[in-house]
T-cell receptor, first 114, second 115 residues
Framework: DQQVKQNSPSLSVQEGRISILNCDYT??????FLWYKKYPAEGPTFLIS?????DKNEDGRFTVFLNKSAKHLSLHIVPSQPGDSAVYFC?????????????FGKGTHLIIQP | ETGVTQTPRHLVMGMTNKKSLKCEQH?????MYWYKQSAKKPLELMFV???????ENNSVPSRFSPECPNSSHLFLHLHTLQPEDSALYLC??????????????FGPGTRLTVL
């Protein structure tokens, strides 16, 4: 039973426009959320995170929004650039002992078209 | 070397072989992790080591045996694997604090093929 779901396997966006990647979760104990970006033949690279005490976190072109009541988060990339083409993973964790594994979604393949 | 490194990057092995995957982190972290990524599946947590102590084992078969000799090195010993164990194996590290989660940083992974 998947606790973190990314329902869009792929998304195609024109260069310069906004990319919106969505993620839903079912475990109400999750209180820390991360987005990772992955290129082929490389490990996931951390992009941005948000804790449950916030509803928005911004870092340059990347903004993550968290809606706790809907158990939904989204990553906005604006403006989208060709180098943003990659697989994006949503991940979640619950604060317990401090070293906890992450629960990942299956990923969304973002394709930025020129 | 910086970040998290993994060797080998690619490994092909028969079902009767014994091999080991190595991970090293140069970030001064105190927690290390093994994840598995199979085709069309999300990354799955396998093992967690916190201050060299194994704190989590997510029902992983005994043919996978982790070892953490110190906080910078993590191994995954493999023996009598099955073809369905073919996957990308990723190592990660983080700084663990009680009551706070720090970001996990990943290595490039080892692409394992079991024949």
């Amino acid at each position: 039973d998947q606790q973190v779901k990314q329902n869009s396997p792929s998304l195609s966006v024109q260069e310069g426009r906004i990319s919106i990647l969505n993620c839903d979760y079912t475990n109400s104990m999750f209180d820390y959320f991360l987005w990772y970006k992955k290129y082929p033949a490389e490990g996931p690279t951390f992009l941005i995170s948000i804790s449950s005490i916030k509803d928005k976190n911004e870092d340059g072109r990347f903004t993550v929004f968290l809606n706790k009541s809907a158990k939904h988060l989204s990553l906005h990339i604006v403006p989208s650039q060709p180098g943003d083409s990659a697989v994006y993973f949503c991940a979640a964790s619950a604060v317990q002992g401090g070293a906890d594994g992450l629960t990942f979604g299956k990923g969304t393949h973002l394709i930025i078209q020129p | 070397e910086t970040g998290v490194t993994q060797t080998p990057r690619h490994l092909v092995m028969g079902m009767t072989n014994k091999k080991s995957l190595k991970c090293e982190q140069h970030l001064g972290h105190n927690a290390m992790y093994w994840y598995k990524q199979s085709a069309k599946k999300p990354l799955e947590l396998m093992f967690v080591y916190n201050f060299k102590e194994q704190t989590e084992n997510n029902s992983v078969p005994s043919r996978f045996s982790p070892e953490c000799p110190n906080s910078s090195h993590l191994f995954l010993h493999l023996h009598t694997l099955q073809p369905e164990d073919s996957a990308l194996y990723l190592c990660a590290s983080s700084q663990a604090h009680r009551g706070r989660i720090d970001t996990q940083y990943f290595g490039p992974g080892t692409r394992l093929t079991v024949l």
